[in-house]
């Protein structure tokens, strides 16, 4: 039988995989992929070269595949060129700062996997920051502090970081997708705990707005040091899967009509936030 074959890229976050197609997709693997997941936050498959529907198949080996939207299909392309993709296109411009994906849900994805079609000539890397390790480096009297704490979570939040002066109708669609409160702490059924941050939150509950703003900038600063962070630079081919309950994920700047395209699917997840 195969053994799962990996390498650590950096002592707190991220490991490559180095196993082959076949024995990726053969499945047994699977139960020790999704450990090393959780243990690491971000894998990498390097120019692993999976078709689109290689790729379902290896996510459906991990767990049940996420619907993209409303049409039931389990990819979705990642392009900010309106061109590649008309329908999303302004609303990933949001991807280009930190966040964790479905703060708005009772239950959030458990993981996204992302595969490198055409990666951008110069930039457009993807950064990402592990969120448990984070926590557990703070002094434990920030520990207590924070973990009683709750946050208000919201999309719209996240769209003054792209459109400073946005339309009201565009503010009034981003305020249709909901808000949720959330705890700061997420303490997960595994006993580990996480940050819960990025670009969505939008006030700590109970605090004067100047108070939050500088304790929510704070704790980012914090948990996207280079000690809990990997900037994955992409070549085509690249397949990088990323836990997203313990970690937070950005696009880094690219220019939008340079034809990189990604390739995503996710995972559903099994645990609300607490």
Same mark, same amino acid.
């Given at each position: 039988m195969?053994?799962?074959?990996?390498?650590?890229?950096?002592?707190?976050? @991220?490991?490559? =995989?180095?196993?082959?197609?076949?024995?990726?997709?053969?499945?047994? !693997?699977?139960k020790?992929?999704?450990?090393?997941?959780?243990?690491?936050? =971000?894998?990498?498959?390097?120019?692993?070269?999976?078709?689109?529907?290689?790729?379902?198949a290896?996510?459906?080996?991990?767990?049940?595949?996420?619907?993209?939207?409303?049409?039931?299909?389990?990819?979705t392309k990642?392009? !900010?060129?309106?061109?590649?993709?008309?329908?999303?296109?302004?609303?990933?411009?949001?991807s280009?700062?930190?966040?964790?994906?479905?703060?708005?849900?009772?239950?959030?994805?458990?993981a996204?996997?992302l595969?490198?079609?055409v990666?951008?000539?110069s930039? *457009?890397?993807t *950064?990402?920051?592990?969120t448990?390790?984070?926590?557990d480096?703070?002094?434990?009297a920030?520990?207590?502090?924070?973990?009683?704490?709750?946050?208000?979570?919201?999309?719209?939040?996240?769209?003054?970081?792209?459109?400073?002066?946005?339309?009201?109708?565009?503010?009034t669609?981003?305020?249709? !997708?909901?808000?949720?409160?959330?705890?700061? =702490?997420?303490?997960?059924?595994?006993?580990?705990?996480?940050?819960?941050?990025?670009?969505? @939150?939008?006030?700590? =509950?109970?605090?004067?707005?100047?108070?939050?703003? @500088?304790?929510?900038?704070?704790?980012?600063?914090?948990?996207?040091?280079?000690?809990?962070?990997?900037?994955? @630079?992409w070549?085509?081919?690249?397949?990088v899967?990323?836990?997203?309950?313990?970690?937070?994920?950005?696009?880094?700047?690219?220019?939008?009509?340079?034809?990189? !395209?990604?390739?995503?699917?996710?995972?559903? *997840?099994?645990?609300?936030?607490?």
């Amino acid at each position: 039988m195969t053994t799962l074959r990996t390498e650590i890229v950096k002592d707190a976050i @991220a490991s490559r =995989v180095l196993n082959d197609k076949t024995s990726l997709l053969a499945g047994h !693997l699977a139960k020790d992929i999704r450990a090393l997941l959780e243990a690491r936050g =971000v894998l990498i498959f390097p120019e692993i070269h999976f078709t689109e529907a290689e790729q379902i198949a290896f996510t459906r080996t991990l767990g049940m595949p996420a619907s993209e939207g409303g049409d039931g299909k389990t990819t979705t392309k990642i392009s !900010l060129d309106a061109k590649q993709n008309p329908a999303t296109a302004e609303f990933l411009k949001g991807s280009l700062y930190w966040h964790i994906d479905g703060t708005n849900s009772d239950v959030p994805i458990l993981a996204s996997l992302l595969s490198c079609v055409v990666p951008a000539p110069s930039g *457009g890397n993807t *950064g990402f920051c592990n969120t448990y390790a984070a926590y557990d480096a703070l002094p434990a009297a920030k520990q207590a502090e924070y973990d009683p704490l709750r946050v208000v979570h919201a999309p719209w939040a996240s769209l003054f970081y792209y459109r400073p002066e946005p339309s009201l109708d565009m503010l009034t669609a981003m305020q249709a !997708l909901g808000e949720k409160e959330l705890p700061l =702490v997420w303490t997960h059924a595994s006993g580990r705990r996480s940050l819960i941050l990025g670009c969505t @939150a939008r006030n700590v =509950v109970g605090l004067d707005p100047k108070d939050s703003s @500088a304790l929510l900038v704070g704790l980012r600063e914090w948990a996207t040091r280079d000690e809990f962070s990997y900037s994955h @630079a992409w070549k085509t081919g690249d397949l990088v899967m990323w836990d997203n309950t313990g970690t937070m994920h950005r696009a880094e700047p690219y220019d939008p009509a340079c034809g990189r !395209l990604m390739l995503r699917t996710k995972i559903e *997840g099994d645990e609300p936030f607490a």
